[in-house]
């Protein structure tokens, strides 16, 4: 099975930045499709962005356009997640998932990691 394990969740004021990371653990990790999640208290999981096996980017949330980016480093096996001027509704468990020759992300993804938190203090 893959592996995921997200990290870079902390505490950050409004406004400001935070990137996270999605680490895999197999080697071949440019066949997936790989997706970011949330899941504020009180709230269902919310998918924020997707990013295909050929580099083609999906917003999913008009909550977070233009201010969430999401990216990819295949030869680190590693997807990352940029926010920037983030707002307190934004406190969340951020989630990564992933699914092989995937055609979009969708909320049946083969694979997830544990998540890592995300705090927007005022």
């Known amino acids: 099975q893959l592996e995921l394990v997200e990290s870079g969740g902390g505490v950050v004021q409004t406004g400001g930045s935070l990137r996270l990371s999605c680490a895999a653990s197999?080697?071949?990790?440019?066949?997936?499709?790989i997706g970011w999640f949330r899941q504020a208290p009180g709230k269902e999981r919310e998918l924020l962005l997707c990013i295909s096996s050929s580099g083609t980017a999906t917003n999913y949330a008009d909550s977070v356009k233009d201010r969430f980016t999401m990216s990819r480093d295949n030869a680190k096996r590693t997807a990352y997640l940029q926010m920037n001027k983030l707002k307190p509704e934004d406190t969340a468990v951020y989630y990564c998932a992933a699914e092989r020759v995937a055609t979009s992300c969708h909320y049946g993804m083969d694979y997830w990691g544990k998540g890592t938190l995300v705090t927007v203090s005022s």
């Open positions: 197999r080697v071949i990790f440019d066949a997936y499709t």
